[in-house]
């Protein structure tokens, strides 16, 4: 079956470094969505990519689709303490279901 | 609106023991679906629907059951709980009608099983 998988697992850093997780599949997506969950929390939907290639920004966060449509990432310029929580992306292997990756914990210290 | 709504939040079974996860949502969402999610594993489809009176599974649903008997109501069955199915459980919906579009997630319940 489809795995998605990101990379690393967890990242710490100083607040107003730069952050980035990647995001591999072992098969082509249709599509792929980025969700943020805070400490305790449920995901929270940010984006959803499409097209091969695709770039788009929310602010401080860059998403990236990528040519193949089997990768993604997710890069966070000048990280703030709120920017704190794990960050997942997902992709549907059919119109049914949508698989998961790993998840990247984000860290941030004042 | 409410979004998606889970009852209860918490809830600590002994092994062997049988109860119902409730999921609602006041979106008129015709796809609904539940996860689990263990640390270190991210989040794994159990069972989805794609509108009322229909359901399949998803990539871990032996020990649930689900139904959908309206669009607003998806509940999650666990027949005999086991410690391994010690988790937290998210309900979620779209309004797409598929997987595809944005999921609405539940607040989640956390289990325990003993």
């Known amino acids: 079956g489809q795995q998605v998988m990101q990379i690393p697992q967890y990242q710490h850093v100083q607040e107003g470094e730069d952050f980035t997780t990647y995001c591999n599949s072992s098969?082509?997506?249709?599509?792929i969505q980025w969700y943020k969950q805070r400490p305790g929390g449920h995901p929270v939907f940010l984006i959803q990519l499409v097209k091969s290639g695709e770039v788009k920004k929310q602010k401080r966060l860059t998403f990236q689709f990528g040519e193949a449509k089997k990768n993604s990432s997710l890069h966070i310029t000048a990280t703030q303490t709120t920017d704190v929580g794990t960050y997942f992306c997902a992709g549907p292997p059919d119109t049914d279901k949508l698989i998961f990756g790993t998840g990247t914990r984000l860290q941030v210290f004042p | 609106n409410a979004g998606v709504t889970q009852t209860p939040k918490f809830q600590v079974l002994k092994t062997g023991q049988s109860m119902t996860l409730q999921c609602a949502q006041d979106?008129?969402?015709?796809?609904m679906s539940w996860y689990r999610q263990d640390p270190g594993m991210g989040l794994r489809l159990i069972h989805y629907s794609v509108g009322a009176g229909i359901t399949d599974q998803g990539e871990v649903p032996n020990g649930y059951n689900v139904s959908r008997s309206t669009t607003e109501d998806f509940p999650l069955r666990l027949l005999s709980a086991a410690p391994s199915q010690t988790s937290v459980y998210f309900c979620?919906?779209?309004?797409?009608?598929?997987?595809?579009?944005?999921?609405?997630f539940g607040p989640g319940t956390r289990l325990t099983v003993t």
């Open positions: 979106m008129n969402h015709e796809y």
């Open positions: 098969t082509t997506l249709s599509n």
């Open positions: 979620a919906s779209t309004r797409t009608g598929t997987a595809w579009g944005e999921q609405y």
